[in-house]
């Protein structure tokens, strides 16, 4: 099982390596990525860099060119496709169908992963595009069961990775509009989920408050810890009434250590981080937290022994999580 970890910048991806990476994931400094925000990212020549850094260390690099493409500028998607080839990256984790069409024809022996973002939940999806692109691999959405992922794992040859920690989301992915319409730029296409143009924080009488186009989005008391103003992580007022709560989604992240040995069973491909826009520090913790519990995971498989999760990774998870808190997330519900 690959520990597919993410990173924002060069210090990022030495930092994954060094602390237990199989894989690091990167996107390009463009809104061909879907965490294009202003800071992160690699030019070509940081791309380089961190290609060699990786391969160096027998490692693979893995490039998200995974936004829908620009109908009136095709050729930012194509260039970063082939970039991503010129470099040799290991894998090209892409989404759109254009996208997926020229990198199959143009450079067959680029191994290419559906990204989450193409949504792809059933059989049919994901053999739809094994035969018509070669996808060797599907990230599987963060809406399904883990009965779903064991379904889907036992009908199909093809790899199957799953998002193992990090932030969630509620919509179903490839299909985020609340931000586009209260921002007028898609995180499907532009890159950035509230992108920071928009982002304000005002200390007002009520407290705290976080605005996304001057809509607030958040009020934080004093001793709260200020959040960043995503739409559907926002506490509201309905009807009048004073309480603010969370209407849509609580700010809190992902945390399936528990799986592991299910997921082992499954023969799933990859576990994944989410966070490429967080810091090295939380790099560091998760990745070292996840090398040593796939490796307890894997060592007690191999011997016939029950996995425990230790409290120690627990705690060094909740401290870099969203709001301290995790979740199974869609993982272990019932209903399909």
């Known amino acids: 099982m690959e520990l597919l970890c993410p990173a924002g910048n060069l210090s990022s991806v030495k930092t994954a390596i060094e602390y237990g990476a199989d894989a690091v994931y990167i996107g390009l400094k463009d809104d061909t990525n879907a965490r294009h925000f202003a800071g992160l990212n690699f030019t070509e020549a940081k791309l380089h860099q961190a290609a060699d850094f990786v391969h160096q260390q027998d490692k693979k690099l893995h490039i998200a060119v995974n ?35 020229y990198a199959s024809e143009r450079y067959p022996d680029l191994e290419l992963h559906l990204s989450v973002q193409a949504s792809a939940t059933n059989r049919g999806a994901i053999e739809y595009y094994r035969d018509c692109f070669n996808v060797k691999r599907v990230v599987l959405p963060r809406v399904l069961s883990i009965h779903q992922v064991r379904q ?35 995180p499907n296409m532009n890159g950035a ?105 894997l060592l007690c498989q191999s011997n016939q022994a029950e996995f425990d999760v230790l409290p120690s990774w627990n705690e060094a998870l909740d401290a870099v999580s969203e709001g301290s808190q995790t979740t199974l997330g869609a993982y272990h519900k019932k209903w399909q």
């Open 193 to 297: 989920c509230s992108p920071a143009k928009y982002v304000r924080y005002e200390q007002t009488e009520k407290g705290l408050e976080t605005r996304l186009n001057d809509v607030v989005i958040d009020v934080y008391g004093e001793g709260e810890n200020a959040g960043y103003p995503t739409l559907c992580k926002g506490r509201f007022s309905v009807d009048d009434d004073e309480t603010r709560y969370h209407v849509l989604e609580e700010p809190t992240s992902l945390n399936t250590l528990e799986l592991l040995p299910e997921l082992l069973k499954l023969g799933i491909s990859a576990v994944k981080i989410e966070g490429r826009q967080r810091s090295s520090a939380y790099v560091k913790q998760v990745t070292q937290t996840w090398r040593q519990a796939i490796d307890q995971a």
């Open 67 to 101: 936004t829908f493409a620009h109908a009136g500028n095709w050729q930012r998607w194509q260039h970063a496709v082939d970039l991503a080839a010129k470099v040799k990256v290991d894998a090209l984790i892409v989404s759109d169908i254009s996208v997926l069409q």
């Open 152 to 186: 889907l794992a036992r009908s199909t040859d093809v790899e199957l990775e799953v998002f193992a920690f990090g932030s969630l989301c509620i919509m179903a992915e490839g299909r985020c509009h609340l931000s586009s319409y209260m921002t007028g730029e898609s």
